[in-house]
Nanobody, 121 residues
Framework: QVQVVESGGGLVQAGGSLRLSCVAS????????MGWFRQAPGKEREFVAAIGWSGGTTLYADSVKGRFTISREYAKSTQYLQMNSLKPEDTAVYSC??????????????WGQGTQVTVSS
């Protein structure tokens, strides 16, 4: 059974940093892309970042480019999202996605439960 588990969320002041982690298990995602999405209250789930299996290809939403960095251990089912210069508008539940590629939620087959990130002003 596939499990996708995120960790690292929390409460931080504006301008601060957090690092999210995601581990996928139950099958290998070593040669598949992984991604991060977020959903704020009352809003649709939106794309944040994605990374190819080798880590050599990355995608970012314009809203986080230059502040967030996605990474993964080479050919492993673990990925990270380093979030710097956080803003109150980054407040959301952040979810890890695996087994797909792209900027749309439907591009991925497996999802974690999400981890809350709250940025205070």
């Amino acid at each position: 059974q596939v499990q996708v588990v995120e960790s690292g969320g929390g409460l931080v002041q504006a301008g601060g940093s957090l690092r999210l982690s995601c581990v996928a298990s139950g099958r290998t995602f070593s040669y598949e892309a992984m991604g991060w999405f977020r959903q704020a209250p009352g809003k649709e789930r939106e794309f944040v970042a994605a990374i190819g299996w080798s880590g050599g290809t990355t995608l970012y939403a314009d809203s986080v480019k230059g502040r967030f960095t996605i990474s993964r251990e080479y050919a492993k089912s673990t990925q990270y999202l380093q979030m710097n210069s956080l803003k109150p508008e980054d407040t959301a539940v952040y979810s890890c996605a695996a087994g797909g590629w792209g900027r749309r939620p439907r591009d991925y087959n497996y999802w974690g439960q999400g981890t809350q990130v709250t940025v205070s002003s």
